[in-house]
């Protein structure tokens, strides 16, 4: 029992820790990259998985992180949109990585008790929050899990143990090596800030293992050339599906600005991390509204420069006086650097979930400290701290971080408490108050989200995004002439956008105004770069007047500026069904499903053309097929036993319909056809 009391310990903690998070909406990015990510929303469909970049949506911003997305789609499927199970997901993935850190540090220091404690506030750590409540922040808590796990197995994959071999020499092709390969590879495919483990796992072996001889050095690079043919691997993956190592152009937060203004900025970056570190107060989920530096001669440039030219001196001289110590400042250094910009830029300036995997090097630290302290002057510590003293004060610490945690995470019970609690720090955050919009308006809070956007407008009154989404709520609630007055603001700085144009020429269309709405579309097709949304309002117009000359001929004018047109096809099908032109309109709904083989409404009114023309099989062929799709589209069922029974294969009619189980109306149908 004595043996598994500690991992008894992490797991109780991090449960503690996160016991409120299971009321917690999906908040700030969570929607974005999983709710609207049709990827993951069919758990066969593995190819959309892997090939699929992070933010689906974004072809530049440079992130793949399939294992991650395959963890999504078994939410997805179990779950759907309740975050309940997402949230489990990620508790399981904190106190794993709590465990076989605790192993790790085991191994390394010799100590339990300091291994312990290093594991606890770990899985306990106030700044964690972001990556451990927030769903998206799993990307972190996955590769820090198989990053720790691979390093532990490296470490077990020495023949007769690690400590105690006088070569120490690896088994290329033990259990422990094959499963630490694939260890490091579900890392990288969690996220890229893996890659620096080879590194990790070759400095390990030099602190903590014997003299340096060159014997144990060729066997400490042979043993890591797996390692690197697992890296390349990985990378021809990555590269044949997003093309890129990380975010390009606009994407990346430095975008433009030159390296001396990444590295003057990024230094005061580092500092404010040590700070949350052993200070994690004023917390924040968003940090894009940190200064940039672009002289040295600022007086937070400086001290920062003096402070991280120090711990860099000190991570160095491990390699000459092998100091655990240094050892752990050099671990934190080395897994922060793939985030650090200085590199590779990547699409934000700071974050929380940033330190995830670094942060374990500080846990180390302040573990082996205290344990040194124990061992080096017991005599005197118990004098002036009796051992109960000193274990009440270190639960009176550990249980002061647990209620931090449990505190920070009801901030993200959903977007109006985040962003509330956001703006408390960044009052002057004009996106700020835009997303607080989109969280009011998600709760059909309108007034509230319409106040919200006209703060961010006061504070940034061309933020095009919140302009627009004011007209857009204008709009949606029927205050036309506040959404034209918006609309025709917006266009005076934003002359070239399509949906603005639409968006404009509805809300003429909306109060009847044709002409005018006719007239708003047609300066949109001489000025916007994007002329399919415009063409999409003025077959709606066209439509509404029933005046299907015109919607066909702007329907075919969408499909030849963009032949890719979904709904301009769909439109193009049901104009020649409303015509009785049911070869034209199959010949359009076509269209639809060769580019969208899943359209739930081309491959519904294809197959009611084929009922219509009494082709009940052609049908029923489609009707089945979109069922694959479409499980609980109960109007499939219901009307494919009606095709059978038109067919008078009345038995076959049954059997579909006992697929109908919720639609009382289809039930209803279905007796009065029976009686």
């Given at each position: 029992?004595?043996?598994?009391?500690?991992?008894?310990?992490?797991?109780?903690?991090?449960?503690?820790?996160?016991?409120?998070?299971?009321?917690?909406?999906?908040?700030?990015?969570?929607?974005?990259?999983?709710?609207?990510?049709?990827?993951?929303?069919?758990?066969?469909?593995?190819?959309?998985?892997?090939?699929?970049?992070?933010?689906?949506?974004?072809?530049?911003?440079?992130?793949?992180?399939?294992?991650?997305?395959?963890?999504?789609?078994?939410?997805?499927?179990?779950?759907?949109?309740?975050?309940?199970?997402?949230?489990?997901?990620?508790?399981?993935?904190?106190?794993?990585?709590?465990?076989?850190?605790?192993?790790?540090?085991?191994?390394?220091?010799?100590?339990?008790?300091?291994?312990?404690?290093?594991?606890?506030?770990?899985?306990?750590?106030?700044?964690?929050?972001?990556?451990?409540?927030?769903?998206?922040?799993?990307?972190?808590?996955?590769?820090?899990?198989?990053?720790?796990?691979?390093?532990?197995?490296?470490?077990?994959?020495?023949?007769?143990?690690?400590?105690?071999?006088?070569?120490?020499?690896?088994?290329?092709?033990?259990?422990?090596?094959?499963?630490?390969?694939?260890?490091?590879?579900?890392?990288?495919?969690?996220?890229?800030?893996?890659?620096?483990?080879?590194?990790?796992?070759?400095?390990?072996?030099?602190?903590?293992?014997?003299?340096?001889?060159?014997?144990?050095?060729?066997?400490?690079?042979?043993?890591?050339?797996?390692?690197?043919?697992?890296?390349f691997a990985y990378m021809l993956i990555r590269m044949s599906v997003i093309g890129s190592i990380g975010p390009q152009g606009e994407e990346q937060f430095f975008h433009g600005k030159p390296f001396t203004t990444v590295l003057f900025t990024m230094s005061t970056v580092f500092i404010y991390y040590l700070k949350l570190l052993f200070l994690p107060t004023g917390l924040l989920g968003v940090y894009?509204?940190?200064?940039?530096?672009?002289?040295?001669?600022?007086?937070?440039?400086?001290?920062?420069?003096?402070?991280?030219?120090?711990?860099?001196?000190?991570?160095?001289?491990?390699?000459?006086?092998?100091?655990?110590?240094?050892?752990?400042?050099?671990?934190?250094?080395?897994?922060?650097?793939?985030?650090?910009?200085?590199?590779?830029?990547?699409?934000?300036?700071?974050?929380?979930?940033?330190?995830?995997?670094?942060?374990?090097?500080?846990?180390?630290?302040?573990?082996?400290?205290?344990?040194?302290?124990?061992?080096?002057?017991?005599?005197?510590?118990?004098?002036?701290?009796?051992?109960?003293?000193?274990?009440?004060?270190?639960?009176?610490?550990?249980?002061?971080?647990?209620?931090?945690?449990?505190?920070?995470?009801?901030?993200?019970?959903?977007g109006i408490v985040f962003w509330h609690e956001t703006l408390k720090h960044i009052p002057d955050s004009f996106p700020g108050y835009y997303n607080l919009a989109v969280a009011y308006s998600e709760k059909q809070q309108y007034n509230r989200a319409i106040q919200a956007l006209q703060k961010s407008l006061d504070l940034h009154p061309r933020h095009h995004l919140a302009r627009r989404y004011l007209a857009e709520l204008y709009y949606d609630i029927g205050n036309y002439e506040e959404a034209i007055k918006q609309n025709a603001l917006l266009l005076q700085y934003q002359p070239t956008e399509g949906v603005v144009y639409s968006n404009f020429a509805l809300c003429y269309f909306k109060q009847r105004?044709?002409?005018?709405?006719?007239?708003?579309?047609?300066?949109?097709?001489?000025?916007?770069?994007?002329?399919?949304?415009?063409?999409?309002?003025?077959?709606?117009?066209?439509?509404?007047?029933?005046?299907?000359?015109?919607?066909?001929?702007?329907?075919?004018?969408?499909?030849?500026?963009?032949?890719?047109?979904?709904?301009?096809?769909?439109?193009?099908?049901?104009?020649?069904?409303?015509?009785?032109?049911?070869?034209?309109?199959?010949?359009?709904?076509?269209?639809?499903?060769?580019?969208?083989?899943?359209?739930?409404?081309?491959?519904?009114?294809?197959?009611?053309?084929?009922?219509?023309?009494?082709?009940?099989?052609?049908?029923?062929?489609?009707?089945?097929?979109?069922?694959?799709?479409?499980?609980?589209?109960?109007?499939?069922?219901?009307?494919?036993?009606?095709?059978?029974?038109?067919?008078?294969?009345?038995?076959?009619?049954?059997?579909?319909?006992?697929?109908?189980?919720?639609?009382?109306?289809?039930?209803?149908?279905?007796?009065?056809?029976?009686?």
């Amino acid at each position: 029992m004595k043996r598994f009391l500690p991992i008894i310990l992490i797991i109780v903690a991090s449960l503690l820790s996160y016991s409120n998070i299971f009321r917690n909406e999906f908040v700030f990015d969570d929607p974005d990259v999983i709710l609207k990510n049709e990827a993951i929303k069919d758990i066969t469909n593995l190819k959309a998985i892997v090939t699929t970049n992070y933010w689906h949506s974004e072809a530049n911003a440079g992130l793949y992180r399939p294992f991650i997305f395959l963890t999504y789609a078994i939410d997805y499927h179990f779950w759907k949109d309740n975050p309940v199970g997402y949230h489990f997901f990620n508790i399981i993935g904190n106190l794993g990585s709590g465990i076989v850190l605790y192993l790790i540090f085991a191994l390394l220091l010799n100590n339990p008790i300091s291994a312990l404690l290093s594991a606890l506030l770990f899985v306990i750590h106030p700044l964690h929050t972001e990556a451990v409540t927030g769903i998206v922040g799993r990307a972190e808590v996955y590769a820090a899990f198989f990053f720790f796990l691979a390093w532990y197995w490296y470490l077990r994959g020495y023949q007769k143990g690690y400590f105690n071999v006088a070569m120490m020499q690896y088994c290329l092709f033990s259990n422990y090596a094959i499963g630490s390969y694939i260890a490091f590879f579900l890392a990288l495919c969690s996220k890229e800030n893996s890659v620096v483990l080879p590194v990790i796992l070759a400095s390990s072996t030099l602190v903590f293992g014997r003299e340096f001889s060159v014997v144990r050095s060729r066997n400490i690079l042979v043993s890591l050339v797996p390692y690197i043919l697992v890296f390349f691997a990985y990378m021809l993956i990555r590269m044949s599906v997003i093309g890129s190592i990380g975010p390009q152009g606009e994407e990346q937060f430095f975008h433009g600005k030159p390296f001396t203004t990444v590295l003057f900025t990024m230094s005061t970056v580092f500092i404010y991390y040590l700070k949350l570190l052993f200070l994690p107060t004023g917390l924040l989920g968003v940090y894009r509204h940190w200064p940039m530096y672009a002289s040295f001669f600022d007086i937070r440039v400086i001290f920062s420069m003096i402070i991280l030219s120090c711990a860099a001196i000190c991570s160095v001289l491990y390699l000459l006086q092998k100091k655990t110590w240094q050892f752990f400042v050099f671990f934190f250094v080395v897994t922060l650097f793939p985030v650090s910009n200085l590199v590779i830029r990547i699409g934000d300036i700071m974050a929380e979930r940033f330190l995830y995997l670094p942060s374990a090097g500080y846990c180390a630290l302040v573990g082996f400290f205290c344990s040194s302290l124990l061992r080096r002057y017991p005599g005197k510590i118990r004098l002036l701290l009796p051992r109960r003293v000193m274990l009440v004060s270190v639960s009176i610490l550990f249980v002061s971080l647990i209620v931090l945690t449990v505190a920070r995470n009801a901030v993200w019970r959903n977007g109006i408490v985040f962003w509330h609690e956001t703006l408390k720090h960044i009052p002057d955050s004009f996106p700020g108050y835009y997303n607080l919009a989109v969280a009011y308006s998600e709760k059909q809070q309108y007034n509230r989200a319409i106040q919200a956007l006209q703060k961010s407008l006061d504070l940034h009154p061309r933020h095009h995004l919140a302009r627009r989404y004011l007209a857009e709520l204008y709009y949606d609630i029927g205050n036309y002439e506040e959404a034209i007055k918006q609309n025709a603001l917006l266009l005076q700085y934003q002359p070239t956008e399509g949906v603005v144009y639409s968006n404009f020429a509805l809300c003429y269309f909306k109060q009847r105004k044709y002409d005018q709405a006719l007239a708003v579309a047609e300066r949109g097709l001489k000025h916007a770069h994007d002329k399919t949304p415009v063409y999409h309002v003025m077959m709606r117009i066209y439509k509404n007047e029933n005046d299907y000359e015109n919607a066909l001929k702007t329907a075919y004018k969408a499909v030849e500026y963009n032949p890719d047109d979904i709904k301009a096809y769909l439109n193009m099908g049901t104009y020649y069904e409303r015509m009785e032109d049911f070869v034209l309109a199959k010949e359009s709904f076509r269209n639809v499903i060769k580019r969208d083989p899943k359209n739930l409404e081309a491959l519904d009114k294809l197959a009611s053309i084929y009922f219509k023309e009494e082709n009940y099989r052609d049908a029923i062929a489609i009707w089945r097929n979109a069922t694959k799709w479409y499980p609980s589209a109960e109007s499939f069922w219901y009307y494919i036993g009606l095709a059978y029974d038109r067919m008078d294969q009345h038995e076959l009619a049954v059997k579909s319909w006992r697929n109908i189980k919720e639609s009382s109306e289809y039930k209803k149908r279905i007796q009065e056809r029976l009686q």
